[in-house]
Every structure is written in C-alpha cells, then in structure tokens.
C-alpha cells in the first residue's frame, strides 16, 4: 500500500516563493501527482512527475527524488488566489489514486 | 466537452434514509472512482469501477454503501440507512483507459445528514 506524508498547513506572503514537500512510500512506483483544492471546488491537475529531477510550468514546478521517497511543489510569485489545499498523491497498481492528507496553504497580503 | 457530471451538489438527508449520488464520467472515459472527503480531511478512496464492473471497493464500508457503473447511464454510489458520520463531501473522478492516475474530478455532492 502507500503511505503519503505531508504537512498539515503552510503560511507564506504574496509575491513569495513557497515549497511543500511530500514523501512517499510505495509498493510499486507509477509517478507522483499534485493536484490543487481550492476550499468547496474540486480537485484540478497539477503536475505529473515519473522521472528524478524538476518539472517547471510557469509559476509552478514540481520535483521529485525516486531514491528519496521526495517531492516537492514550489509556488513562486504567491498571488492571493494561490490559498488553497495541495494534495500530493501517487497511483496504486490496479489505477487508483491515494491522495496525502494536503497541505493548506494560506497566503497572506 | 463536458466536464465529469455529479449531482445532486447538494442532498440533505435524515437519519435512516437513503442517499444516491450520480456521476457522468467525461465523454470517452470509461474509467470512474469515486472519494469521500471530510471537512479538513483528504481524499479517501471508495470505489473504482468501470462499466459494468467493480474493480476495486477496497475502501467501501462493508454495509450500507454500493456503487454501480452501468451499462447505459451514469455511475451511482448509493448510501442506505444514513448516519451522521456520512456527512460529507462525495467526489467522483474519471479517466481514459490506460491513464493512470491522471483524474478529473466533478465538482462534489455535498451529503448532510440531519
């Protein structure tokens, strides 16, 4: 099964940088996801990381260590509307997704 | 192309009835999950089902819950005898075949047991 660690809740300033980490513990590697929650909607995609190293999109990027269990999402640029739950999950063999408990990140004027 | 379809996005219940929630996966996915979310909780896992079948109901509650993925129309997760302890936000997800992990989700039905 998979065991994913993340922490609880995060604040950070508009206009800063900000990293939430996630570690992870699988039976059977298949990528690691982030996904953003804002608070009542649904979840939406983020990013997709299967290969070591950082993924960039924008303001957004994604890192992952496979020999580490270790990944992160760095928000750069905080805007206001970046508050919101990230969920950091990864894919069971057989095609479901275990989601992290997220990380709700405040951002603060 | 329409998005994955859950309603109702709101159902309010009494103790001891029945709650059915209904979840149209997007066009050409023939993959559906379904989560439960609790206030400040993540997401847990309930059911994957894909059409006519259950693939894995591994985080189903043994009694009261099923789910269905039919032939012609949309997936329902079914709650019988409802407790206050199923107040909660119901999920769907789908995906493409063979897409593992990459999930859209609907927007949520809301279940609130009085």
């Known amino acids: 099964g998979q065991n994913i660690d993340q922490p609880t809740e995060m604040t950070a300033t508009e206009g800063a940088i900000v990293q939430i980490n996630c570690t992870y513990q699988?039976?059977?590697?298949?990528?690691l996801f982030w996904y953003q929650q804002h608070a009542g909607e649904a979840p939406t995609f983020l990013s997709y990381?299967?290969?070591?190293g950082l993924e960039e999109k924008g303001r957004f990027s994604s890192f992952l260590s496979r020999s580490k269990g270790y990944s992160y999402l760095l928000l750069k640029e905080l805007q206001m509307k970046d508050s919101a739950s990230y969920l950091c999950a990864a894919p069971e063999r057989g095609g479901k997704l275990i989601f992290g408990q997220g990380t709700e990140l405040s951002v603060k004027p | 192309n329409a998005g994955v379809m859950q309603n109702p996005r709101h159902l309010v219940r009494r103790r001891g009835q029945e709650a059915r929630l209904r979840c149209s996966p997007m066009k050409g996915h023939s993959h559906v999950y379904w989560y439960r979310q609790l206030p400040e909780e993540g997401l847990k896992f309930m059911v994957y089902?894909?059409?006519?079948?259950?693939?894995?109901e591994s985080g189903m509650p043994k009694e009261r819950f099923s789910a269905e993925f039919p032939k012609e129309g949309p997936s329902i997760l079914r709650i019988q005898q409802v407790v206050r302890g199923d107040s909660a936000a119901y999920f769907c997800?789908?995906?493409?075949?063979?897409?593992?992990?990459?999930?859209?989700f609907g927007e949520g039905s809301r279940l609130t047991v009085l």
């Open positions: 699988t039976s059977g590697f298949n990528g």
């Open positions: 997800a789908s995906s493409p075949e063979g897409r593992t992990g990459e999930l859209f």
């Open positions: 089902l894909q059409k006519e079948n259950i693939i894995d």
């Open positions: 990381n299967v290969l070591d």
